[in-house]
């Protein structure tokens, strides 16, 4: 409750509060009230001797660090503290339900380019980690759709980037060439595009596959659980097209995707 208290004081309807913010990010992410917040540490090496683990996985794994109010240290795989939640471990479903409203603050801190919040949260959450976690899974939905969220106001919507016109519905008449072509329709844009694409290029490809898994299923929004996943993703698509991140032919592609995606709602 108190996170989440902390997270409405952030924003107004939707829109961010930046003194308010300013005060709860130098509050919250003071090193001596570090004791309040589950750290997220870099991703580590699987032990293949963990008991919980019923199948084989990847090799990598995040690790989330806490103390207690004991100042006893734990730390616990993010994707161990979800399978023993879902078999009914109430403590790891407590701090799986803190760590989870704990992104949702970190992203209200960061909502509508706080840099102060978001110079030291994007040192501890890189876009790798992030990512791994949002594309896990293994991970409940309610979870993985923080981390999409978080991904969006820590890493997206920052500087450099910036909202472009993906289309131009006016143009100067001597800009107008005789021929072109769909592929090369914004090639003056092909290298800002690039630096941009080279670091979220694993999260545009989950964009677009999970988009289209979603287009794929006979009834797509029939989990609730999922549908909050799956509209951060599209969330996140959102911004990524109106900052620039793909070329004409790749938004007409993922366009078709959206609007499938609108059919099935339309035809259950």
Known sequence: RFLDYLSDLCVSNHIAIPVTQELICKCVLDPKNSDILIKTEPVKEMSQSHEYLSIEYSE????????????????????????????????????????????KLFARMCLDRQYLA???ISQQLGVDLIFLCMADEMLPF??????????????????????VMPVKFARLWTEIPTAITIKDYDSNLNVSR??????????????EDYLNNVVSEAVPFANEEKNKLTFEVVSLAHNLIYFGFYSFSELLRLTRTLLGIIDCVQNP
């Open 60 to 103: 990598e794994e995040v690790w989330l660090t806490w103390t207690d109010k004991n100042n006893d240290h734990h730390e616990k795989s993010i994707r161990q503290l979800a399978q023993e939640a879902r078999a009914g471990n109430a403590h790891d479903e407590n701090v799986l339900s803190y760590y989870r409203y704990q992104l």
């Open 118 to 120: 978001i110079k030291e």
């Open 142 to 163: 309610d979870l993985r759709a923080s981390f999409c969220h978080l991904m969006l106001h820590v890493h997206v919507d920052r500087d450099p980037q910036e909202l």
């Open 194 to 207: 690039d630096d941009k694409k080279n670091k979220f290029a694993s999260t545009m490809e989950f964009v």
